[in-house]
């Protein structure tokens, strides 16, 4: 089963977005500094990575920065590498 038709939800209390995949839980942390939205980590449990959850968390994230007009500022490697090959994204960055 891949992500495609599971939906990554966004804890702003947490301040991540999250996702569950046969009952294991994916998460991308961020940190908000005024209009920018900083992605920090994406933590995905070896037991699902083939599932491409950090694909799933990174549209959401960077969607939910398109829609609430954030900048965007990655200090997440995995964020960063969808970034480069995503170029659809490029004018969200700081």
């Known amino acids: 089963m891949r992500t495609k ?3 990554a939800t966004h804890d702003s209390e947490e301040h991540h977005f999250e996702l569950t995949v046969d009952g294991h839980l994916a998460v ?3 940190t908000l500094m005024g209009n920018t939205i900083v992605f920090t980590h994406t933590g ?3 037991a699902i990575s ?3 959850p950090g694909v799933k968390l990174a549209q959401t994230g960077l969607e939910y920065a ?3 007009g954030l900048r965007v500022k990655s200090k997440c ?3 960063s590498k969808y ?3 995503h170029p659809e994204y490029q ?3 700081k």
């Open 44 to 46: 995905v449990p070896v």
């Open 83 to 85: 970034l480069r090959r």
């Open 5 to 7: 038709n599971i939906a």
């Open 77 to 79: 490697w995995f964020v």
């Open 91 to 93: 004018d969200l960055l």
């Open 50 to 52: 083939g599932h491409n």
């Open 28 to 30: 991308l942390d961020y």
């Open 66 to 68: 398109r829609e609430n």
